[in-house]
Nanobody, 123 residues
């Protein structure tokens, strides 16, 4: 069974950093584009970042560009989202998702989803 599992969320002060992980099981992530999405209470799930499967090209939402970095470790079948200079408005539930083919920013283009991890940025 194909599964994704996120970890690394938590409570952090504004300006702090967190690194989220997304581990794939039951399949290799090598041939999948991987996206990170966030969902704040009462809001829709939105695109944050994504990485392609061939050359690991990266894509970011404007709101996180320059602060977040997405990367992948093929040997560990794991994706990461390094989040720096965190702001209270980054508070949300974060999900990773996978799709075969090119990167897309629309959540309905992704086939597999993890259960998510909560990130709270507060003093």
């Amino acid at each position: 069974q194909l599964q994704l599992a996120e970890s690394g969320g938590g409570l952090v002060q504004p300006g702090g950093s967190l690194r989220l992980s997304c581990v794939g099981s039951g399949f290799s992530l090598d041939y999948y584009a991987i996206g990170w999405f966030w969902q704040a209470p009462g809001k829709e799930r939105e695109f944050v970042a994504a990485i392609s499967w061939i050359v690991s090209s990266t894509y970011y939402a404007d709101s996180v560009k320059g602060r977040f970095t997405i990367s992948r470790d093929y040997a560990k079948n794991t994706l990461y989202l390094q989040m720096n200079s965190l702001k209270p408005e980054d508070t949300a539930f974060y999900y990773c998702a996978a799709r075969r083919g090119p990167v897309r920013s629309a959540r309905n283009e992704y086939d597999y989803w993890g259960q998510g991890t909560q990130v709270t940025v507060s003093s």
